[in-house]
């Protein structure tokens, strides 16, 4: 399996989160976990992906003015997942990787969100991570490689 | 360790009930951050207590994305009725505690449940 982002796939779902809405946040990873159950019925495979959606959409809710949204591309052997949204960027990348560091406001983090542990928790188990951001928007792609698959890693 | 032994261990209530009530907990988590609660991904299927202050739907949406059958409000919390509606659709127990969570997570590890095991993949 090369390590390219194939697009050959006619399965694509995409879920749209709205911005500043705090408590509904986790609402779109459920929706996805579920909807993929269909597809890769293993636990820890569901969970890992769950976990990085639920940290993508937090981030769509907590740190843009318009929300964004997630695209669900799936492959026999992977999830790719896309969340793009339209602004503010990320002032200082570095910084916004790193662990403990957050802009949230104090309203997402009395919800247990904004702790500044969500983008790395997404790239410690996606197996494919990037993002670019600009005042115009972030895009955040990363894919989550089926085990049982071996012809993935 | 059995829901209803949790429940005596700790002076909880249930306040959810439908939910796999027969589950035989062997690990616990505790944490106000649902993040680092996301955190504890790769354990095994062993079922989970999640203990935990904070009471919006939130901490059950994390709950049905780590599969963890049952969560425990510490500081005798209340718990919002959207909150419990959740829970029940997805059968996900609420307990609660009038302890605070320091002490639950202390009583409970004496009663012999254990540490949830993690590791940084």
């Known amino acids: 399996m090369e390590n390219t982002l194939s697009t050959t796939t006619d399965k694509v779902f995409l879920y749209d989160v709205i911005g500043a809405q705090f408590d509904t946040i986790g609402s779109k990873a459920l929706a996805v976990k579920k909807m993929l159950n269909d597809y890769f019925p293993k636990n820890d495979y569901l969970r890992r992906l769950g976990v990085c959606v639920f940290e993508a959409e937090a981030n769509l809710a907590i740190h843009t003015i318009h929300g964004g949204s997630i695209e669900v591309m799936i492959f026999s052997d992977r999830v790719r997942i896309t969340a793009k949204d339209d602004g503010p960027g990320m002032k200082d990348m570095k910084k916004a990787l790193t662990p403990g560091f957050s802009t949230a406001p104090e309203s997402a983090r009395q919800l247990g969100f904004g702790g500044g542990v969500g983008l790395n928790n997404i790239k410690r188990f996606a197996d494919y991570f990037y993002i670019e951001s600009s005042k115009k928007g972030t895009t955040l792609i990363f894919e989550v490689w089926?085990?049982?698959?071996?012809?993935?890693? | 360790m059995k829901i209803d032994k949790i429940c005596e261990i700790t002076a909880a209530e249930i306040i959810q009930p439908i939910g796999r009530k027969d589950v035989d907990i062997r690990y616990a988590f505790a944490a106000d951050l649902m993040s680092d609660t996301l955190f504890i991904i790769m354990r095994d299927d062993e079922p989970l207590l999640l203990i935990t202050g904070v009471t919006n739907t939130s901490v059950v949406r994390t709950a049905i994305i780590l599969d963890i059958p049952a969560i425990m409000i510490v500081r005798g919390k209340q718990v919002p009725e959207q909150t419990i509606e959740l829970a029940k659709e997805n059968e996900i127990l609420v307990l609660r505690s009038s302890n605070i969570m320091f002490v639950t997570c202390g009583l409970l590890?004496?009663?012999?449940?254990e540490g949830s095991p993690w590791k940084i993949r």
């Open chain 2, 109 to 113: 590890y004496q009663a012999g449940l």
């Open chain 1, 146 to 153: 089926n085990d049982d698959d071996p012809t993935t890693h």
